[in-house]
């Protein structure tokens, strides 16, 4: 199903591509929060919203269904298991030792309710499938809202009519080097800056403006993926110790002269 993040996708790629480029080309401060954010996220607002359209949401939420089913069918099994055993008259000796291994399967299985259960660990799981589902679904909701607000921003005009090559360094092989020195006079439209700084000093002004626009797009986009780290973090915690690996435990069941010494009845 197409969501926002979708619909935002094209404009979303273009513009973050080129915030990307900007970042690697100009470099970034650090004292600034986009070096942290980096740090933190260890990817580029772009590589951030390639994850984000990657997450199959309905995908986990299918998943998360049919297991749903698997685990109800396995809560109908010792019911149903039981009842034809009780059908079998099976007596004696080996019915008994039948029976310890039986209840033991039984409980192991069991009807659903209990996490430590294969019934109900299949429930569990499915549950965190749904709860994973949620969270990525809030992940690309978030940014699909971060995107929409960047897209129509001053600072997306700003690095969308940066000219390509830009340094975003503040240095001259930057916008001066690209377009000239007279079309950057022309486009901070003031003959007398020009000439009073030098073309080249005007160049380094257009850059770092660019750079501080990625920058304050980066910022928004990153913090919006540091959020979604935190709150991933939070799901697995929250379900780690009801996902763990279910151990089955074999019972004691009697051996030797004192089991087949008894009597057994089967009714065909």
Known sequence: MTDALDRLAAVGEDLLGRVGGVLVRGGVPEDGPVWELLR???ALPGDVLDHALSLDVDGLRSAASELH?????????????????????????GAEAFGVVWNALAEHIGDGGDPGTIAGRLAVTASYLDALAGWAAGFRYDLAEVIARVATSAEAVTVRTAPTGLSAAGGVTGLSATVGPAAVTAAVGSAGLSA????????????????AAANRIAVLVLRSAVAAIEAAGELRGRWAGRLAEL??????????????????????
Not at 69 to 74: L, N, P, S, T
């Open 69 to 93: 089913g698997v685990a109800e069918r396995f809560g109908a099994l010792p019911e149903r298991l039981e009842a034809d055993v009780g059908r079998s008259a099976w007596e004696g000796s």
């Open 40 to 42: 933190r996220v260890g």
């Open 196 to 211: 009073v700084v030098g073309p080249a000093a005007v160049a380094a002004a257009a850059d770092r403006e660019v750079g």
């Open 247 to 268: 151990e089955y435990h074999p019972p004691l069941v009697p051996q030797g002269p004192a089991l087949i010494s008894g009597v057994t009845r089967v009714n065909l």
